[in-house]
C-alpha cells in the first residue's frame, strides 16, 4: 500500500530556532514529492523535488530528496511566527489503473512562539 | 489567492440530507481533483476529472459522487449523510499535461459540518 509519513506530528519552537520537517514514503513509481503548507485553509504549494541531493531553497526554507533511502526533509530557519502552520508532504506516483495520483501525508503542525 | 473558487465556504446541515460542493479551476486547469480533510486524518484523496471524464478514484465512498462540466467547474455531490462526514473538502486543479509532475492549486475549502 502507498504511504507517506511526517514526522513529528507536532512541534512548538520559539521564534529564532531551526527545524527540520522529515517525509518518508513508500509508493510505486515516483514521479515527485511536493511540499505544501496549509495555514487557516488552502494548502499553498512550496517546493516539488524530483532529483536527489539537489537542494531546492526559497528564502529561510529549503528542501532536499533522498531517493534512495525515500525521504525528504524540509529546513526552515530562523524561524517567524508566520512560519506556524501545518507542513504536508505529498507524493506524486503513477498506477496502471489510475494514472498519476498525490498522496499526502498526515502533516506537521509547526507552532512558533513569539 | 489560487485560482481556484470553492462554493460554499460553509455548509452545516442535518444526517441524511444531500448537499452539492462546487468548485472552478485556474483558468487553463484541465484536471479537478476533490480531497477530503478530517481532523483525525491527512487530506484523503477522493476523485479526479480530466477534461470531463473521470481519471482517478480514491477512497470515495458509493454515497458520494461528483462530476466534471464542459466549461470545467466541477461538483461533489454527497447524500444520505452521516456524522463522521463532517470535515473539510478541498478541491484542487492542475493543468495536467499527463506526464505527472503537476502542481496542484487549492481552493479554500468547504467546510461541512453535519449535525
Known amino acids: 500500500e502507498d504511504k507517506v509519513v511526517q514526522s513529528p506530528l507536532s512541534l512548538v519552537v520559539h521564534e529564532g530556532d531551526t527545524v527540520t520537517l522529515n517525509c518518508s514514503y513508500e509508493v510505486t513509481n515516483f514521479r515527485s514529492l511536493l511540499w505544501y503548507k496549509q495555514e487557516k485553509k488552502a494548502p499553498t504549494f512550496l517546493f516539488m523535488l524530483t532529483s536527489s541531493g539537489i537542494e531546492k531553497k526559497s528564502g529561510r526554507l529549503s528542501s532536499i530528496l533522498d531517493k534512495k533511502e525515500l525521504f525528504s526533509i524540509l529546513n526552515i530557519t530562523a524561524t517567524q511566527t508566520g512560519d506556524s502552520a501545518v507542513y504536508l508532504c505529498?507524493?506524486?506516483?503513477?498506477?496502471?489503473?489510475?494514472?498519476?495520483?498525490?498522496?499526502f501525508g498526515e502533516g506537521t503542525q509547526l507552532t512558533v512562539n513569539p | 489567492d489560487s485560482g481556484v473558487t470553492q462554493t460554499p465556504k460553509h455548509l452545516i446541515t442535518a444526517t441524511g440530507q444531500r448537499v452539492t460542493l462546487r468548485c472552478s479551476p485556474r483558468?487553463?486547469?484541465?484536471?479537478v481533483y476533490w480531497y477530503q480533510q478530517s481532523l483525525d486524518q491527512g487530506l484523503q484523496f477522493l476523485i479526479q476529472?480530466?477534461?470531463?471524464?473521470?481519471?482517478a478514484k480514491g477512497n470515495i465512498l458509493e454515497r458520494f459522487s461528483a462530476q466534471q462540466f464542459p466549461d470545467l467547474h466541477s461538483e461533489l455531490n454527497l447524500s444520505s449523510l452521516e456524522l463522521g462526514d463532517s470535515a473539510l473538502y478541498f478541491c484542487?486543479?492542475?493543468?495536467?499535461?499527463?506526464?505527472?509532475?503537476?502542481?496542484?492549486?487549492f481552493g479554500s475549502g468547504t467546510q461541512l459540518s453535519v449535525l
Open positions: 476529472y480530466y477534461n470531463g471524464e473521470e481519471r
Open positions: 484542487a486543479s492542475s493543468v495536467d499535461r499527463g506526464t505527472g509532475n503537476e502542481k496542484l492549486f
Open positions: 483558468s487553463g486547469d484541465l484536471s
Open positions: 505529498a507524493v506524486d506516483h503513477f498506477q496502471e489503473t489510475s494514472g498519476s495520483r498525490l498522496t
